[in-house]
């Protein structure tokens, strides 16, 4: 069940709201938390983002740190201790960040179905 207040709008009791219309999570939000399914340093996020968009999205090392400190304070995502090369930072999702993931993918869907009917894509 989705519910809405003032500042965010509420799945599951979960807040979900990203950006300062809505409840969508922006892309770069939703690609850094895909992106952390398994433990990977921030390289190794940007890389991953880049290789699964095809090179259509490459973030820069501002964008995905200050994202990183976001998400880590929303409880989105975790560090991580393993046997990282050279000192580095992993991160992992969390539940909760697994759930707005989820939340996201769903949303998504149903939008590509929304564009798909209408644009006549798809038999109603």
């Known amino acids: 069940m989705i519910y809405y207040s003032k500042r965010y709008i509420h799945k599951e009791g979960i807040p979900i709201r990203d950006n300062k219309k809505g409840g969508a999570l922006t892309e770069t939000t ?51 201790k393993t046997g990282a090369e050279h000192g580095k930072k992993e991160y992992l999702l969390t539940e909760t960040g697994r759930k707005i993931a989820g939340a996201e993918s769903a949303r998504l869907s149903e939008l590509e179905k929304l564009a798909r009917r209408i644009l006549g894509g798809e038999a109603s």
Do not use: C, D, N
């Open 30 to 80: 939703f690609l850094i938390l895909l992106s952390v399914t398994k433990p990977r340093h921030g390289y190794g996020m940007m890389k991953f983002i880049e290789q699964e968009t095809h090179g259509r999205v490459a973030l820069g090392a501002g964008t995905l740190y200050g994202a990183i400190e976001t998400l880590l304070k929303k409880g989105w995502i975790r560090p991580v």
